[in-house]
């Protein structure tokens, strides 16, 4: 099992509406324009194929029973030397406007603006960021995969992580990839801790103290189809509780 650390150095902080930001969520777009395109994508709808990019994905899989995650982790802030992920991250909030208070329909104040849906949604909205410049990932890559294309599909298609990348948030500078199989358990899990938003089916469905969201687990993150009851991000929780998780045998290429 080879395990890569995937350094993004910004050039500016990145924006999200929620604080984990998973790997193979860039990651599954860019491999969506190599798949079908940049037409293809915008003819998707929200009820069409959710595995549309998947032939392009160079990510090993863990499985459990019915349920699948891609080896990858969500984002940390630094990769501490033994190998821990620091997770630490202190969120301000903009705001983004989408149209401005001096155009006619605004002006009239005749009905009132709907900003829940419609042509003016999230005419005022809280913009949640992040303070860093560098977001840290690791990834497994499938067997037959080159560890190189997982950096190539994001420098092609890629140029900014998270929300609102046209107002200059999240923009990738450089990357480094680093090797680091020797020093982590896996991808998905090590210090202790799940490294991603894991299916609860990964785990003891009952954990002291431990608690369950329900979360989108895999990409496309906008897919309903793609939620479960799930452990966030960075939860502890033991390793005798995901030890089948962790054999080497559920893990499989694409």
Same mark, same amino acid.
């Given at each position: 099992?080879?395990?890569?650390?995937?350094?993004?150095?910004?050039?500016?902080?990145?924006?999200?509406?929620?604080?984990?930001?998973? $790997?193979?969520? !860039?990651?599954?777009?860019? /491999?969506? &324009?190599?798949? +079908? *395109?940049?037409? @293809?994508?915008?003819?998707?709808?929200?009820?069409?194929?959710?595995?549309?990019?998947?032939?392009?994905?160079?990510?090993?899989?863990?499985?459990?029973?019915?349920?699948?995650?891609?080896?990858?982790?969500?984002?940390?802030?630094?990769?501490?030397?033994?190998?821990?992920?620091?997770?630490?991250?202190?969120?301000?909030?903009?705001?983004?406007?989408?149209?401005?208070?001096?155009?006619?329909?605004?002006?009239?104040?005749?009905?009132?603006?709907?900003?829940?849906?419609?042509?003016?949604?999230?005419?005022?909205?809280?913009?949640?960021?992040?303070?860093?410049?560098?977001?840290?990932?690791?990834?497994?890559?499938?067997?037959?995969?080159?560890? $190189?294309?997982? !950096?190539?599909?994001?420098? /092609?298609? &890629?140029?900014? +992580? *998270?929300?609102? @990348?046209?107002?200059?948030?999240?923009?990738?500078?450089?990357?480094?990839?680093?090797?680091?199989?020797?020093?982590?358990?896996?991808?998905?899990?090590?210090?202790?801790?799940?490294?991603?938003?894991?299916?609860?089916?990964?785990?003891?469905?009952?954990?002291?103290?431990?608690?369950?969201?329900?979360?989108?687990?895999?990409?496309?993150?906008?897919?309903?189809?793609?939620?479960?009851?799930?452990?966030?991000?960075?939860?502890?929780?033991?390793?005798?509780?995901?030890?089948?998780?962790?054999?080497?045998?559920?893990?499989?290429?694409?």
């Amino acid at each position: 099992m080879s395990v890569f650390c995937l350094e993004l150095d910004l050039a500016s902080p990145p924006a999200s509406s929620d604080e984990y930001m998973h $790997l193979d969520g !860039p990651l599954s777009y860019a /491999a969506g &324009v190599e798949s +079908i *395109g940049h037409d @293809g994508l915008d003819q998707l709808e929200d009820g069409g194929e959710p595995e549309y990019f998947a032939d392009e994905m160079p990510l090993a899989r863990y499985e459990s029973g019915d349920e699948w995650v891609w080896a990858c982790s969500a984002a940390a802030i630094a990769r501490e030397p033994d190998g821990s992920m620091r997770t630490e991250q202190e969120w301000h909030t903009s705001r983004w406007r989408s149209r401005f208070d001096d155009e006619p329909q605004h002006q009239a104040k005749q009905t009132q603006v709907a900003t829940s849906s419609g042509p003016y949604k999230a005419y005022d909205a809280a913009l949640p960021y992040v303070e860093t410049d560098t977001l840290v990932f690791l990834y497994e890559p499938a067997p037959d995969a080159d560890p $190189l294309r997982v !950096p190539a599909l994001l420098e /092609a298609h &890629v140029p900014h +992580i *998270g929300k609102k @990348g046209s107002q200059g948030y999240g923009m990738i500078r450089d990357m480094h990839l680093y090797d680091v199989s020797d020093t982590v358990e896996s991808a998905i899990y090590n210090d202790g801790r799940v490294l991603r938003s894991l299916p609860a089916s990964f785990a003891d469905r009952v954990i002291a103290g431990v608690h369950m969201q329900r979360r989108t687990t895999k990409p496309p993150y906008w897919h309903a189809h793609n939620q479960n009851m799930a452990f966030a991000p960075f939860t502890e929780i033991d390793r005798e509780r995901l030890a089948d998780l962790l054999e080497p045998a559920t893990v499989a290429a694409e």
